[in-house]
């Protein structure tokens, strides 16, 4: 049996798409429904289930939408379906497609909480994650908990009344739908030295070029508008904005979250994982992962971290949580958990949204 093609994880919750059989070897997987407890979904199609040269694994209401032909299974919930004569080419190579609002080219100067990046507790060092650490409770205290129906993702804490995420996380749901919870460790636990709080969604702000691709999603980042004001404490703070363009190569990153510790792993840990990775320059990104026979392009919104013999990462579950560093004392958002094809595996280091380049945007949202 030959090796097993790479497999694209978007890190949850991830939306519904099709794996294209002719293009995998140059799109890798499209995101696919993966809600919390039902996501060990991922297969790939034999040669024997696709018959034509467009066809693709799908959903049976994306084949029957698009005009396809049901020509097998590939697996788990999906279907090999046939398109006739329409091979696709990857979108991502031309100019991004994007609505019809239009974009300043600054939104203005970056202004913080004067509170931001201040944590009271020291990051413990208790081995778990992919690779990583137990924090200590208390460590991270801006890390949101949000729930989208079933599906989970992190967030970030910026001020009193919102919380940064990735935009997938939220690009399809209904303010009415999410849930953030702060201060919170140990997830459904009462025993805990200071209690978690859940809060309601007024509004979702996502990013105007934000987009939906086969590979890492475009502009991946979105603004939670709470329903009440946030009460700091010393659990429960936020984190600092960093400046427009502001370039972290080579330097470690935090990210945190509870997503899995394996990937396609339906475990998710209670506790808050941390993890330690290096920002690496997005040109070296694409080459690691074309060495294990992926292409994919790491835009000027977008960053690396992670290591090439793997090892650390973020996965499942993460998505949307902080990548973080800490200088002269307080904590910054660098980053947000994004994509990224498997988990802690080598040559193929996380995808985060790169922070710097739409933080006049966020900073406009959350100061208007």
Partial sequence: MGPRSPRL????PVEPGTIQASLFNQNGFQDLTAPEENRDIWSEASDSKTKCSSGSCEFFLSCWMTSGLIEGTCGG?????CHRNTAKTSEHHGPLVTNDIPVPANYGPVVNDPRCGVSVAKQGAQRRIVGGDEAGFGSFPWQAYIRIGSSRCGG????????VTAGHCVARASARQVQ???GDYVINSAVEPLPAYTFGVRKISVHPYFKFTPQ????DVAVLRLDRPVQYMAHIAPICLPEKGED?????GWAAGWGALQAGSRLRPKTLQAVDVPVIDNRLCERWHKSNGINVII???MMCAGYRGGGKDSCQGDSGGPLM????GRWYLIGIVSAGYSCAQRGQPGIYHRVAHTVDWISYIINS
């Fill in 9 to 12: 994880v978007f890190k949850d």
């Fill in 77 to 81: 919930l999906l279907y090999a379906c």
């Fill in 156 to 163: 970030s804490l910026v001020n009193r009344y919102h919380v």
């Fill in 180 to 182: 953030v919870t702060l």
């Fill in 216 to 219: 890492a999603d475009r502009f």
């Fill in 248 to 252: 972290f190569l080579g330097q470690f």
């Fill in 299 to 301: 835009y000027d919104e």
């Fill in 325 to 328: 560093m800490e200088r002269t």
